[in-house]
Each structure stands twice: as structure tokens, then as C-alpha cells.
């Protein structure tokens, strides 16, 4: 199984990779086809951004039960086929209505994470579920640095240079599928595809049937929301507090990814067969706890940097709940649960950065009678907060069936 792992894990790197590769290039691609200024720029960077998760959001649940019923290997490959199209699209696109087109189906495709998820959740013994889910962040991890990096390179060549890479990352992934990629659905663990349970809030409504789920999922949404103050506010306030220009950002985020991919990658292994899932979870809080309490008042940059590997350590709360909830449903019902799973990670990623950015920006204007730039992550402290209390009260029972 080991092509076919390298495989998924490679489609999970591409999905990071393809969002980062791009980033970089975005604001002169959209003065390019739109002209104006950086700020009217900034607007439709975000509308971009925002479609792209409602896109994942809505269509995570539908991926994921697709892949229940036809299985795991054609929803992977077309997605990837789709996606290579997508980014050739957005290569030549010389309007921001065709961008908007090409990010609505960028996020539809992107929406495979739970396909790939479902797939882990398959070959995985129930105690090597955590630790092989972690494996997916690793990767995810892997092209949260590379994509930045590769594509601040490429966007040298010009603004179109990185989508023709892009398109070329997914096309060569998804020949590597074509001919290594091992169905893990078999009729034993089939379930027809229902559309009533495949929506998002079908989904939500089928899986809060299991006793503990609908606490894990909370849990998961609050870490969620929580954890994405770094990629939310990062920027601004180590601009703000720190004083650092663009490449030291750069930097400290190259350090969290690398940091992030070694916890989840190797670490987490080690913690969940240790501590088991539910007190990796624990720790894994209150590591977050620590990072958020200090980020919140620190004035060093250099404390900053040191404080990275600490941070990092709090990753292993979201492969911990995966495992931990892939126990409690039924082997048909894998992919349905990722495709819940990365819906809620989706709306945290549209609720989180206008809740986390508002509240910097409260905090950090000069007229502001308190200033604290450091006060969304006390927020999000006090939003992990409120997740330890829940999981604190959930006693999941592990599936004893494969189906349901």
C-alpha cells in the first residue's frame, strides 16, 4: 500500500501547494486583470478566498459520501483531473469573473481532503488511525511551506507562471493514480449515495445520531476556529508588534510548517501510543493554551521564534480527534465523517478570520484605549478554553459494526 499512501499523501501536498503557489502572485494578477488599487485588490483577494471555503464547506459531505457509494479512487482522480483543468483555466483567465469561476471549482476540487481522509481511515488499523492521520497533516504541512516558497520563485517568470505549475503538479498525480491507486471501498462497505445525508446539513444530522459525536465535532470546530489565528492575523501582527518585514514573516512561517509537519508526522505517533488519543488531546490543548497566553503579551520577535516549536505541538489535537472519531462511526460511514469533518474545518476558515481580524484591528488602533495587538490569541485561548470543557464531557462509544 505504499504507492497508493504516497499517493494520497502527495494529493493532500498538491491541495496545500496549489492554494500557497498562488498566493504570492495574487495581488499583481489582480491589479493585472483588473487595475485599480492594492486595496480594491485586497477586497477581491479576499471574496476570492471566501468562495473557495463555501465551496469546500458545501461540497466536503458531498465528495465524502460520493466516495462511500462509488469509492475512494475515481472521486480522487477526477478531482485532480478537474483540478489540473482548473488551474490551466485560471492560467489564461483575463477577467475576474472567470478567476471567480476558477475558484469556485478550485475549492469543489480541494474538497477531496475527505476523500483522502476516508481513504487513511480504510487502510488503518483502529489504534493507528490518530498517527496516520497525523501523516496527513504532515503533508498538508509539507505544502503549506513549499507552496509559498516555490511560488514567490515562479512568480518571477510571471503572474501566470504558478498556475501552469499547479496544473502540472495535479496532472502528474493524477497519472501516479491512475496506475497505483487501489480501491479500499468493497461491497461489504459500500452505502448508497443519499443526497439527503451528502448535503451539509444532512451530513451533520445522520452523524449526531452516534452518541459523542456531535461533542467531538464541536470540539473540533472550536480548536478549528481557533488554530486559525496564525494564518489569519499572523502577518499583521508580527508586522505590528514585532516590527518585521515581509521575508521574516515569511521565515517564521517556513518555521511552523516544518515544525508542524515533525509533530504530525513523527511525534504524534509516539504521543497517541503513550497517551492514547484522548490525553494527546489534552496536551495537545494545553500546549495551545501556552502558545496563545504568551503570543498574546509577548514584545520579542526573537521569543517569538523560540515559542514556534511549542505552538507546533498543539497539531496534534486535530489528528487526535480524526482517530478518536473514526473509531466511533462505521467503516461505510468514513467518508461521510471526513466530509463533515472538512465542512467544519471550511466555515472555521470563513468564520475565523473575520472574527480574528476584527478583533486585531480593535486592539491595534492607535486610538484604541487599550492596546493589545496580541488580543486575538486571547481569544482564541479563551475558544480552546471552551473546547477542553466539552471534551471533558465526552465519552465516545467505539463502533462495534463496519456498517450503518
Given at each position: 500500500m505504499r504507492l497508493p499512501l504516497f499517493f494520497v499523501l502527495t494529493t493532500v501536498m498538491i491541495d496545500a501547494m496549489g492554494v500557497g503557489l498562488i498566493m504570492p502572485i495574487m495581488p499583481n494578477l489582480l491589479l493585472e486583470v483588473q487595475g485599480g488599487s492594492l486595496a480594491e485588490a485586497a477586497i477581491w483577494g479576499s471574496i476570492l478566498s471566501t468562495v473557495?471555503?463555501?465551496?469546500?464547506?458545501?461540497?466536503?459531505?458531498?465528495?465524502?459520501?460520493?466516495?462511500?457509494?462509488?469509492?475512494?479512487?475515481?472521486?480522487?482522480?477526477?478531482?485532480?483531473?478537474?483540478?489540473?483543468?482548473?488551474?490551466?483555466?485560471?492560467?489564461?483567465?483575463?477577467?475576474?469573473?472567470?478567476?471567480?469561476?476558477?475558484?469556485i471549482i478550485g475549492g469543489i476540487t480541494a474538497a477531496t481532503h475527505a476523500t483522502a481522509g476516508a481513504y487513511i481511515a480504510d487502510i488503518s488499523k483502529p489504534t493507528e488511525k490518530a498517527a496516520n492521520f497525523g501523516l496527513l497533516g504532515a503533508a498538508f504541512?509539507?505544502?503549506?511551506?513549499?507552496?509559498?516558497?516555490?511560488?514567490?520563485?515562479?512568480?518571477?517568470?510571471?503572474?501566470?507562471?504558478?498556475?501552469?505549475?499547479?496544473?502540472?503538479?495535479?496532472?502528474?498525480?493524477?497519472?501516479?493514480?491512475?496506475?497505483?491507486?487501489?480501491?479500499?471501498?468493497?461491497?461489504?462497505?459500500?452505502?448508497?449515495f443519499d443526497w439527503r445525508r451528502a448535503n451539509p446539513l444532512g451530513a451533520f444530522r445522520a452523524l449526531a445520531r452516534i452518541p459523542g459525536i456531535t461533542g467531538l465535532l464541536w470540539v473540533y470546530f472550536l480548536y478549528s476556529v481557533a488554530i486559525y489565528v496564525y494564518p489569519a492575523i499572523w502577518s499583521y501582527f508580527a508586522?505590528?508588534?514585532?516590527?518585521?518585514?515581509?521575508?521574516?514573516?515569511?521565515?517564521?512561517?517556513?518555521?511552523?510548517?516544518?515544525?508542524?509537519?515533525?509533530?504530525?508526522?513523527?511525534?504524534?505517533?509516539?504521543?497517541?501510543?503513550?497517551?492514547?488519543?484522548?490525553?494527546?488531546?489534552?496536551?495537545?490543548?494545553?500546549?495551545?493554551?501556552?502558545a496563545f497566553g504568551v503570543l498574546a503579551v509577548i514584545g520579542s520577535g526573537t521569543l517569538a521564534l523560540m515559542l514556534i516549536p511549542i505552538a507546533a505541538l498543539g497539531a496534534v489535537v486535530q489528528p487526535a480527534l480524526q482517530g478518536m472519531m473514526s473509531r466511533v462511526v462505521a467503516d461505510n460511514q468514513q467518508g461521510e465523517l471526513q466530509g463533515v469533518m472538512t465542512a467544519v474545518h471550511a466555515l472555521s476558515m470563513i468564520v475565523s478570520p473575520m472574527m480574528m481580524a476584527s478583533t486585531f484591528a480593535l486592539f491595534s488602533n492607535s486610538e484604541t484605549s487599550y492596546y493589545l495587538p496580541g488580543a486575538p490569541f486571547l481569544l482564541a485561548l479563551v475558544l480552546m478554553a471552551i473546547g477542553a470543557l466539552v471534551f471533558l464531557r465526552i465519552r465516545p462509544v467505539v463502533a462495534e459494526n463496519g456498517t450503518s
Open positions: 473557495f471555503a463555501v465551496m469546500q464547506f458545501l461540497f466536503s459531505p458531498v465528495l465524502g459520501s460520493l466516495s462511500d457509494a462509488l469509492g475512494r479512487r475515481p472521486v480522487l482522480l477526477v478531482s485532480l483531473f478537474v483540478m489540473a483543468l482548473d488551474y490551466l483555466v485560471m492560467a489564461l483567465a483575463g477577467s475576474l469573473w472567470l478567476l471567480l469561476v476558477g475558484r504541512g509539507a505544502g503549506f511551506v513549499m507552496g509559498p516558497l516555490i511560488g514567490g520563485l515562479l512568480g518571477e517568470l510571471g503572474t501566470r507562471a504558478p498556475f501552469y505549475a499547479a496544473a502540472a503538479l495535479a496532472g502528474l498525480n493524477f497519472a501516479l493514480g491512475w496506475f497505483v491507486m487501489r480501491e479500499t471501498v468493497t461491497d461489504a462497505r459500500r452505502r448508497a508586522a505590528e508588534q514585532f516590527a518585521w518585514q515581509p521575508r521574516m514573516i515569511g521565515i517564521s512561517l517556513a518555521i511552523y510548517g516544518i515544525c508542524l509537519a515533525l509533530v504530525q508526522g513523527g511525534l504524534l505517533r509516539y504521543m497517541v501510543r503513550w497517551f492514547g488519543e484522548r490525553r494527546t488531546v489534552l496536551w495537545g490543548q494545553v500546549f495551545d493554551f501556552i
